[in-house]
């Protein structure tokens, strides 16, 4: 029980850490506006040369669709710069013990999930800055789709995304059916991105964002330090109780 406690400590530990590290880059990122971060582009050019510029900065402004245009969601089909869905299949099986005593147990898995990975922009007053979310996390999105559909597909459950279908055999378990969510990052909403600028790739944009969200950076500070002192808590707290546990067995052992 003693070495739980610990490992437990030790989770919670790195999550205090992490919000630390998360606080400092929000504290020690300069915020430019897009023409303060392409007038430093531009005399990087000058003095390296295209594609040597990089420089962590965090942007603000309010959030519009890239080159090519606004997105649609791909469940809900609203207009947005950003997306992403997660279709969850909930289903039973049928569990046997030595006895040959039968029980349902409920089970779930994610059968689809994606998000977007097209470019949008960030505006602001003087400019716009293109963000490229890759793998982020953003934070603040709309959920505008959490819908739960039962399997009507008697021994086999059918799942049906638009073009794709899967078939999915029952065999001695059952689908209950498909719990549908979705989130996204409408045009006009306010936006706070934190990541490194950089024109390698021929524009100067912000490539895998550390942060994406519709918070403001007070926002995020305060609820990033109020995680980092629970984390904090939990990891002391744990700790001094593994420590005790741990040393109650070892008495109890070789007492």
């Known amino acids: ?139 603040g999105a709309q959920k505008v789709l959490d819908r739960f559909e039962r399997d009507t597909g008697g021994g086999q459950a059918t799942l049906q995304l638009g073009k794709f279908r899967m078939s999915i055999p029952a065999g001695d378990s059952g689908t209950d059916g498909y719990q549908y969510e979705e989130w996204v990052l409408r045009p006009g909403r306010r936006a706070y991105v934190l990541g490194e600028a950089s024109d390698g790739t021929g524009e100067l944009a912000i490539t895998d964002p550390l942060i994406v969200s519709t918070r403001t950076e007070a926002e995020l500070l305060a609820r990033s330090h109020s995680r980092q002192q629970a984390f904090t808590i939990a990891a002391v707290v744990a700790a001094v109780g593994g420590v005790a546990s741990t040393a109650v067995g070892l008495v109890q052992i070789f007492g």
């Open 1 to 139: 029980m003693g070495i739980v406690v610990l490992v437990v400590g030790a989770v919670c530990a790195y999550f205090a850490r992490s919000a630390r590290a998360r606080q400092h880059a929000m504290i020690t990122t300069d915020t430019l506006s897009a023409q303060e971060l392409g007038a430093l582009q531009q005399a990087a050019v000058q003095a390296a040369g295209p594609g040597a510029f990089r420089y962590r900065v965090e942007v603000t402004g309010q959030l519009c669709a890239g080159e090519a245009g606004p997105l649609r969601s791909e469940l809900a089909k609203v207009d947005c710069v950003w997306h992403r869905h997660v279709v969850t299949r909930k289903y039973w099986e049928t569990r046997r013990d030595r006895k040959g005593s039968s029980r349902r147990v409920s089970r779930t898995e994610v059968v689809s999930q994606h998000s977007s990975g097209q470019p949008f922009r960030v505006q602001d007053p003087s400019g716009v800055v293109t963000v490229y979310p890759g793998d982020v996390a953003v934070d």
